[in-house]
């Protein structure tokens, strides 16, 4: 089965990061395909590699980033609201003339429309949220 | 349909919303605060009670451990993993986030 | 935006989406950002219905002035799905009356369910978006 996830919350501030990571891992280790993993509202704060965690607890940015190159995963971030989160990449940084960027390897940066397609492609949609 | 709720009854509407709207042979899934719906003697578990005739409710193991709670769930509630959650999802045709 | 070619799912899929709104307006980006979806649903010929529950019938009251906090007034978005072909607007009866509300209190038309009809649409979806 191929499953869409989405993450609505940041790491930390709520479980929802921590949840959706241990259902995609239960998925893939099931043999299930994730097809995307779609980061909205604050979860887009999922994808900044600045963080610097607590040695002796979970790395939630850095997780998923391994996650995703074990897997080939989709890990992708709501343009709009990265934007008005401060989370970019090279790209948007020198787009929006800004002086530095800040995402984590594995994440991309995209519209929308990829978590509509995600919901039509995927057969089924699990929201990870507050 | 899969429900899952994921805050205690206690801090928002969305278990209580939930069980209003749940069609019979439906499946509730209560993760994160939400297994604070799934514990016994409380003034919340008679609504969760009730739908268990025509709902399956289920609550998520570790969850329950990290709260310290599993010793007190109440009879009817299926403690699964999170193997479980993802056979949940796939078993029903559709899933719906109560947040 | 009506300009934009119009992208259907892969091999014409067409699945029915349900936007699930049950919070207030102002207070998080949660009414906000979910509009935002639906307006980018509106390009991918679904079908769409937005479903307002609980607090989220405020998100869609009349008279909503924004000077005061200094926060952009987004209602008026409500308004312009039907440009979009975004008509299916739902919502509680039970929420309405709850918190003393009326049809005429909502700045758009909508088809007000009760808890059983809305229960039934939801179980009835292919994808449900909360937020």
């Excluded at chain 1, 610097?52 to 391994?66: A, C, G, L, M």
């Excluded at chain 1, 989709?74 to 800040?102: F, I, M, P, T």
């Excluded at chain 3, 009866?93 to 009326?102: F, I």
Aim: proline share 3%.
């Amino acid at each position: 089965m191929k499953f869409g996830i989405m993450v609505n919350e940041g790491p930390y501030q709520h479980q929802a990061s921590d949840t959706a990571y241990q259902f995609a891992k239960a998925a893939l280790a099931k043999g299930h395909e994730i097809f995307r993993v779609f980061f909205y509202h604050d979860g887009v704060n999922n994808a900044t590699r600045l963080t610097i965690p607590p040695q002796d607890d979970r790395h939630i940015v850095n997780r998923w980033s391994e996650l995703a190159q074990e897997h080939n995963l989709d890990l992708v971030v709501c343009v709009a609201a990265a934007q008005r989160r401060g989370l970019l990449d090279e790209n948007e940084a020198s787009r929006n003339g800004k002086d530095a960027n800040n995402i984590a390897p594995g994440f991309r940066i995209s519209g929308l429309g990829q978590l509509v397609e995600a919901g039509i492609q995927a057969d089924r949609l699990v929201v990870f949220g507050d | 349909m899969l429900h899952t709720v994921n805050k205690s009854p206690f801090e928002k509407s969305a278990l209580a919303s939930c069980l209003k709207h749940a069609t019979a042979g439906s499946a509730i899934l209560l993760i994160e605060d939400g297994v604070y719906g799934a514990l016994d003697k409380t003034s919340f578990s008679d609504q969760v009670r009730a739908v268990m005739p025509t709902c399956g409710v289920y609550a998520l193991g570790p969850d329950l451990d990290a709260r310290g709670m599993s010793g007190r769930v109440m009879d009817g509630v299926k403690v699964v993993g999170y193997d479980g959650f993802v056979d949940l999802v796939a078993e029903h045709p559709n899933v719906q986030a109560w947040l | 935006m009506t300009e934009e070619h119009e992208m259907e799912g892969e091999g014409g899929v067409i699945k029915k989406f349900m936007f699930v709104n049950r919070k207030a307006p102002y207070g998080t980006i949660y009414a906000l950002e979910s509009l935002e979806v639906v307006l980018i649903s509106a390009a991918f010929d679904q079908d769409v219905s937005l479903m307002f529950l609980d607090d989220g019938v405020y998100e869609i009251v009349k008279g909503q002035d924004t000077k005061g906090i200094e926060v952009k007034n987004f209602s008026p978005t409500y308004r312009a799905l039907e440009m979009y072909d975004i008509e299916k607007l739902f919502v509680s009866k039970e929420s309405l009356e709850e918190r003393s509300l009326t049809e005429d209190d909502l700045l758009v038309d909508v088809e007000v369910l009760d808890h059983t009809q809305v229960a039934e649409l939801m179980a009835a979806q292919d994808v449900v978006l909360s937020f």
